[in-house]
């Protein structure tokens, strides 16, 4: 049976993957994206350069061998490569299913203060399958462009805090036409500032680190967008074929054509439905949850494969231990309490028998989903988290079921999948 993960839950409820901060990520996380790279390394190996699921036809895809696909200097820039590394990380899911492109943001405190972040830089690392003490397939990588192992030379941290200047006028644009070069300015500046293969467009995508470079470039795009939509994107960017690629510019504007989108960090726990229930009373569903990042500036607690219910229930969400959480509607400081979810009741199956049963959806079959089908919800936990404040890198989470007259209920009907504690910047 498939390992029960964060990528895998959101999918099976229809909802939209998350790609993460690369120094956010769990050990398993990272240890799964250096399998996926090494597997791409060994297609390449076996099949050759011109074997299209490995890393260096991906890879030279950039820049050489020719063609030059890739597009610079031109409003094409940020929808090209947004086609670009999906493609890349659909590469990387067939080596390891569920396996997503983190980013690595080269404007934080932390690349400010230490620059790259280790996991691209330790030499080895140690296999948690395995058990392997292994080379860290995210320092280098074989290129055909030059028939060497990738190289670096990092210039002085110090002028990554010039690029932040740059992005951070970008993200001040207000139109496209001016946003896609004021962007490329410092997302050029980067690939300079890292050195080496990273430091010429030809040999560039060959380097483990320039994906995770135009993730982050593709993370400002995203928030960029957010704030300021995509009404001036001209005709000509919505038209262009994303060539070697079929996607147009247009397809590429909104990440959920490509069912992903972007989080500091996440915090993930499948549920045992039945443990869960067990831990507290009747009415009480109770699951630790990590929390991978203490420096936010939002913080969700999201509800993944929440099943639809047949009765209408208040679940108020408690942050915490202890007794002082016993009265349900004391929403005060002390009490722990977070917020409420509220679901409403489908009532007993009004249709003959097999109508209510969930079964398996083929992928050719376009019709909305069944009205069974488990579900995604969230709740903003930022101020009773810091309230709470973790210490210990885990967040108990007690869920108290209550009725529609707002009476304790049984959990017998409260099942999900996991829960995700997901942080923004």
């Given at each position: 049976?498939?390992?029960?993960?964060?990528?895998?839950?959101?999918?099976?409820?229809?909802?939209?993957?998350?790609?993460?901060?690369?120094?956010?990520?769990?050990?398993?996380?990272?240890?799964?994206l250096r399998n996926a790279y090494e597997g791409l390394y060994k297609v390449s190996a076996d099949g050759g350069n011109d074997d299209e699921r490995g890393y260096q036809w991906i890879a030279g895809v950039h820049g050489l061998p020719t063609p030059f696909y890739c597009q610079h200097g031109n409003l094409n820039f940020p929808t090209w490569h947004r086609a670009y590394i999906y493609e890349f990380e659909l590469r990387l899911q067939e080596q390891v299913a569920g396996v997503m492109l983190p980013y690595w943001d080269w404007t934080s405190e932390q690349s400010l203060n230490?620059?790259?972040?280790?996991?691209?830089?330790?030499?080895?690392?140690?296999?948690?399958?395995?058990?392997?003490?292994?080379?860290?397939?995210?320092?280098?990588?074989?290129?055909?462009?030059?028939?060497?192992?990738t190289t670096r030379s990092p210039s002085p941290i110090s002028?990554?805090?010039?690029?932040?200047?740059?992005?951070?006028?970008?993200q001040r644009q207000t139109t496209y036409d001016r946003y896609s070069p004021a962007l490329e300015n410092p997302h050029g500046?980067?690939?300079?500032?890292?050195?080496?293969?990273?430091?010429?467009?030809?040999?560039?995508?060959?380097?483990?680190?320039?994906?995770?470079?135009?993730?982050?470039?593709?993370?400002?795009?995203?928030?960029?967008?957010?704030?300021?939509?995509?009404?001036?994107?001209?005709?000509?960017q919505l038209d262009f074929v994303c060539a070697p690629f079929t996607y147009t510019g247009g397809q590429t504007l909104d990440t959920k054509f490509f069912d992903y989108t972007y989080v500091d960090g996440e915090g993930f726990t499948e549920v045992d439905n039945d443990a869960a229930q067990n831990q507290g009373g009747d009415n009480e569903i109770q699951i630790d949850v990590p929390i991978d990042n203490t420096e936010y500036k939002h913080a969700f607690l999201e509800i993944l494969g929440l099943s639809k219910t047949i009765g209408s229930y208040k679940l108020n969400i408690y942050l915490g231990e202890g007794d002082d959480r016993d009265d349900a509607n004391n929403e005060n400081i002390e009490s722990g309490f977070a917020e409420s979810i509220f679901l409403l009741g489908h009532g007993e199956c009004a249709g003959g028998v097999g109508h209510c049963t969930l079964k398996p959806k083929p992928a050719f079959d376009k019709r909305p989903p069944h009205h069974l089908q488990p579900f995604n919800t969230y709740v903003d936990i930022t101020q009773s988290l810091r309230r709470y404040n973790p210490q210990?890198?885990?967040?108990?989470?007690?869920?108290?079921?209550?009725?529609?007259?707002?009476?304790?209920?049984?959990?017998?009907?409260?099942?999900?999948?996991?829960?995700?504690?997901v942080t923004h910047q």
């Open positions: 049976m498939a390992e029960v993960t964060s990528t895998n839950t959101r999918v099976a409820s229809s909802g939209v993957r998350v790609r993460k901060n690369i120094r956010h990520l769990s050990e398993r996380e990272l240890n799964d230490i620059g790259m972040p280790a996991a691209v830089t330790d030499l080895t690392y140690q296999d948690l399958n395995t058990g392997e003490t292994k080379p860290n397939p995210l320092l280098t990588a074989f290129s055909q462009a030059t028939g060497t192992d002028g990554l805090q010039r690029l932040k200047t740059q992005v951070d006028l970008a500046g980067l690939h300079v500032w890292v050195g080496g293969d990273m430091g010429s467009v030809p040999r560039a995508a060959f380097d483990p680190i320039f994906w995770l470079h135009h993730c982050n470039v593709d993370r400002l795009w995203f928030e960029w967008q957010r704030a300021h939509g995509d009404s001036t994107v001209p005709q000509a210990n890198g885990i967040v108990p989470v007690t869920i108290k079921v209550f009725d529609d007259n707002d009476n304790p209920a049984s959990n017998h009907e409260i099942k999900m999948k996991g829960i995700s504690l």
